[in-house]
């Protein structure tokens, strides 16, 4: 079994053809790449996502939101395949039927962290990969983390950073990309709020404001403009209630007593129209008597 393991792993010196040419264009970069599946494309476009592990609500729906609507249009996701942002910016990215690709701080046999087995599984089985600068059985230290940002941020065109405190890890990777030349963007978050506080900062500094993922598609010279815009095409021919309620919808949950003091809506008339809205597939329930705008 264990020779089975150790056949699905690839090792790829720096030397090698397929070594990533991203990578070769900066000094210290591994030696050799341990990969289980594939290395992602040059000829296609790619971008990194990380964020906040304890993330919240509205970081978790934009990470997810923004990898999909990236991944529908070709471009390839890279991430960490932390809990938070980084488990969501893959999943999106797997929705959007673009393989996508984790980069770990440990051997690429351990699924690191333990809870996101059934993420690393569908990562390879939806022709992306796990890759790591270290070779099978090696086990994660702290340090081994701010390293492999490096490695995140290299194999992208850009980077985009969804929720992250004032010294948060992500910064890191912002960091490194900058080194590398490339272009950063943060989603931008309340101002009260902990973990808005280092993308807020770095679009103080110059980040790109990461308001909707058509930026980053234009960024990347790719043309969204035949791409369906969802929210335009679906809210046609809804009546004048249904569209009042949408139209008070977006990614950030909103409460059943939000939305009727928004609208005026009697709440037995609004539980009937969320429900509508849900079935159409309009809305989507976040919690208990929460909803948002889906997709």
Wanted: charged fraction near 25%.
């Amino acid at each position: 079994m264990e020779e089975k393991m150790m056949e699905m792993i690839r090792k790829v010196p720096k030397e090698h053809k397929d070594y990533p040419q991203k990578l070769k264009a900066y000094p210290d970069m591994p030696e050799a790449l341990y990969i289980k599946g594939q290395l992602p494309k040059e000829e296609k476009s790619s971008v990194a996502i990380v964020g906040a592990r304890a993330c919240s609500t509205y970081g978790r729906i934009q990470a997810f939101q923004f990898a999909k609507t990236l991944s529908s249009a070709g471009v390839q996701i890279i991430s960490g395949m932390a809990y938070g942002i980084d488990a969501e910016a893959h999943k999106g990215a797997l929705e959007g039927k673009t393989p996508t690709y984790a980069i770990l701080a440990n051997g690429v046999d351990i699924c690191y962290p333990a809870g996101n087995r059934n993420l690393y599984q569908r990562i390879q089985n939806d022709s992306g990969g796990i890759i790591s600068e270290y070779p099978a059985g090696t086990r994660a230290r702290n340090y081994f983390f701010p390293a492999r940002n490096r490695i995140i941020s290299g194999l992208a065109d850009l980077v985009l950073i969804v929720e992250a405190r004032e010294n948060s890890g992500s910064l890191i990777t912002a960091q490194w990309a900058l080194e590398q030349g490339k272009t950063v963007f943060a989603v931008p978050g309340p101002v009260n709020e902990e973990l808005s506080r280092g993308c807020n900062k770095l679009i103080y500094d110059g980040a790109g404001i990461a308001y909707t993922p058509e930026i980053l598609l234009e960024e990347l010279g790719i043309n969204y403009e035949n791409n369906v815009k969802s929210d335009e095409k679906k809210h046609l021919g809804l009546a004048r209630d249904l569209k009042l309620v949408y139209s008070c919808l977006d990614l950030r949950p909103k409460s059943v007593d939000y939305l009727i003091r928004k609208t005026g809506i009697s709440a037995q008339k609004m539980g009937n129209l969320l429900l509508e809205l849900t079935l159409s597939g309009l809305a989507r329930e976040v919690g208990r008597h929460n909803y948002i705008k889906s997709s």
